[in-house]
């Protein structure tokens, strides 16, 4: 292992970051990676209880989140029953060529929709405004409009790209468009044209569980839409921390091949706070 990579090891904060490096180091020497029994992972805590919903009876997504609405390192892998991933002669020329040190992610570049991070998101809702605020990668944002206002016909294409949301029952549904093509939809490099356009889908079943589902459209890359399936689940009692993404591993260039993240029930062991 290098010294750079040591030296990660011993100032990361979270054992996440460990984790990471670990899987990371996994794929650099063309192992496997560690198993979740290894002490990585933990089981998230169970947090029973109805769904909680606002004075106006809107459902209240709030709160510290884990989890994604797709299968970041395969996105084929999350995909709703029935639905298949098919890729027009262009994407599929795009997918053959990438390769896994090239990943926008791991320059420290958003990941765009629908793909996640193993790390914590938080929820903040407004009247007007709800917002999604990520830990990881560059401690990014996503502003979604809730006053009603349409798209505008003229975006300049942006990671996240544009989003109007509104109500159907319990779930909130989120329309986005305007994206730039920058960004992979997973670890293995699936592309996306200016085209995509995304339908989110998000369901508190209950007190400890946000279903999560998007469908992607995008004729300029994909036959048909599809539509993913994922879900996070509530982490009471936490806060997001800072998290400085600066891109200097000196090792990128030996990648043969995506990390392997943990299957969903697993997620990254948290330390708690330090006491004053």
């Known amino acids: 292992m290098t010294e750079s990579l040591r030296g990660a090891f011993s100032m990361a904060k979270r054992s996440v970051i460990v984790t990471g490096i670990a899987i ?4 650099v020497l063309g192992a496997q990676a560690p198993p979740p029994a290894s002490g990585l992972f933990r089981q998230p805590p169970t947090v ?16 510290v989140w884990m989890g994604g609405g797709s299968n970041s390192g395969d996105i084929t892998k999350g995909l709703k029953a029935g639905d298949s991933v098919v890729m027009t002669p262009w994407a599929e020329k795009v997918f053959q060529s990438r390769k896994a040190e090239e990943d926008p992610e791991s320059l420290c570049l958003p990941f765009g929709i629908p793909r996640s991070a193993p ?18 990668n560059i401690h990014s944002y996503r502003q979604i409009f809730m ?80 539509t993913t399936v994922g879900r996070a689940r509530l982490t009471p009692g936490d806060e997001l ?4 993404c600066n891109e200097n ?26 006491r004053q």
């Open 119 to 136: 790390y914590p998101f938080r929820i903040v809702q407004t009247p007007t405004h709800y917002f999604i605020l990520f830990e990881g």
């Open 48 to 63: 029973k209880g109805p769904a909680p919903h606002l004075a106006d009876g809107t459902p209240d997504l709030s709160g």
């Open 249 to 274: 591993d000196q090792d990128r260039g030996h990648y043969s091949g995506p990390p392997h993240l943990p299957t969903d029930g697993f997620v990254p062991e948290r330390p708690a706070p330090a």
């Open 241 to 244: 921390m800072e998290y400085i």
């Open 147 to 226: 006053d009603g206002r349409k798209h505008p016909a003229d975006l300049d294409p942006t990671w996240y790209g544009h989003s109007i949301g509104h109500w159907e029952g319990q779930t909130l549904v989120v329309d986005t468009v305007g994206f730039n093509d920058r960004f992979w939809f997973d670890y293995l490099g699936h592309p996306h044209t200016l085209q995509l356009h995304t339908v989110e889908r998000y369901t508190r079943t209950d007190l400890g569980n946000l279903q999560i589902e998007v469908t992607i459209e995008d004729p300029g890359a994909y036959t048909h839409p599809f």
């Open 24 to 27: 990371a180091a996994a794929a």
